[in-house]
């Protein structure tokens, strides 16, 4: 009582991780993890949602791994009230020092092919400011 609930409730999440992981083999699949978002209230733009999975899928084995899942919530849980473009952010930072390098942005472009996209070193919080005004 009395916690102000930010927009993400990662108790919530961490549950959804385990509900929907249907075959119990400890693994997300990019429909699991979508229905997980939405479950939990979460209604983002389904391609910016395939965005971040495969961006918290470090290994590319197209699931998501308790660890993996784990990883990406550890540096998510630095962000007041995240949204999608935080969480893709974060999910980008592969290395979780807080900057969006070029092979962390190669990455990113591999899977998000925007035209006019900077290539150029960046911290997350530009990152997002980047995503949010990118069209
Ligand atoms: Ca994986
Ligand atoms: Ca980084």
Known sequence: MGNQQSSL???ALQRAFIMYDTNMDGHLQAEEYANALLKIGFTPDF???ELCFRLIDTDRNTT???DEFKQFMD???KVHTPDIFDMIACAADANGDGIIDSKEMKTVQKFYSKPNFPFQEMTTQQFVHVL???K
């Open 75 to 77: 540096r998510l849980s």
């Open 132 to 134: 949010r005004t990118t």
């Open 64 to 66: 998501i791994s308790c």
């Open 47 to 49: 391609k910016l949602c």
């Open 9 to 11: 409730d990662f108790k």
